[in-house]
């Protein structure tokens, strides 16, 4: 029995058929978890949730930004963009079988392996904020996915204010910044302000920012998490964080990562991809 996390799909279903070929994956035996982002920019996105609902229950999945911003397009409440590559699953026969497969999914998980904890977001953990306190923030969020008010939901979701955490935080704005936090960060101030308009590799951190996971007294430093969304940083690896977005996409890899007897024990697995998408806006 094997344990496995992937990094950010983004609709490449042949390469992630030819990962799960390569590991040996079998739904009987192995677990997987994919970091967000199964869809979108990829030709084969209905593909990738099709797959990943045939193995539900040994393929668990969370949400990424281009997951939830797909759930937003379905709902009308974004228009496509032009790099979207969405319309096999808005047009589809089964289009409402697949996104209500991926509402059900969270924006993070937790598990416990060998005596530790693995952590499992799309993008990145506030400083302020405990493994406790990801796990029930994200629950918020969830619960209204899955319910009837995922519209208005949606309708408040983007924006890139408030950009600093306060517990106070009520309604939309509260809603957003978790949003924003698990599913888009990369770097923030070392007192937890967000920064969204750098995408740079964390060896290029702009002035007065750090990756995320720098942050001075992070509460979750104790704690393994692995996480995707950074093509820019790609494979990442130290004790506390593991980074699984090597830009399969782009024409990089499609990676995973397989835990040994405990979490500390890890090979990296991958798969090469043909480019689907030129970098830049």
């Not at 094997?2 to 677990?31: K, M, N, W």
Request: aromatic letters at 6%; proline letters at 6%.
């Amino acid at each position: 029995m094997a344990l496995y996390c992937v990094g950010d799909i983004q609709g490449c279903d042949d390469a992630f058929e030819r990962l799960l070929s390569l590991i040996g994956f079998s739904p009987s035996r192995d677990t997987v978890y994919l970091l967000g982002d199964l869809v979108n920019r990829g030709p084969g996105s209905a593909a990738v949730l099709r797959r990943c609902m045939q193995l539900d229950g040994s393929v668990h999945a969370l949400l990424g930004n281009h997951d939830l911003h797909l759930l937003a397009t379905a709902h009308g409440v974004r228009p496509p963009s032009r790099r979207d590559t969405l319309q096999g699953i808005l047009q589809a026969p089964d289009r409402e079988a697949m996104l209500d497969w991926l509402r059900q999914q969270p924006l993070a998980r937790q598990l416990e392996h060998g005596g530790e904890t693995l952590l499992m977001v799309h993008a990145g953990v506030l400083p302020q904020w405990s493994a406790d306190d990801v796990l029930a923030l994200a629950g918020e969020v969830h619960a209204l996915l899955r319910g009837p008010a995922i519209p208005h939901f949606l309708q408040q979701m983007y924006g890139n204010t408030p950009d600093l955490w306060d517990a106070d935080l009520q309604g939309a704005d509260r809603l957003r910044i978790i949003v924003n936090a698990l599913t888009r960060l990369r770097f923030c101030s070392p007192g937890g302000r967000m920064d969204f308009d750098s995408t740079e590799s964390a060896a290029h951190a702009p002035a007065g920012l750090v990756p995320w996971f720098d942050a001075p007294q992070r509460r979750t430093s104790g704690t393994l998490i692995a996480f995707g969304h950074w093509s820019t940083l790609g494979w990442f690896e130290r004790p506390d964080v593991l980074g699984l977005d090597t830009g399969c996409v782009w024409g990089g890899a499609l990676s995973a990562v397989r835990f040994g007897a405990t979490l500390a024990e890890r090979e990296h697995c991958k798969v090469p991809c043909a480019q689907q998408q030129q970098p830049g806006k």
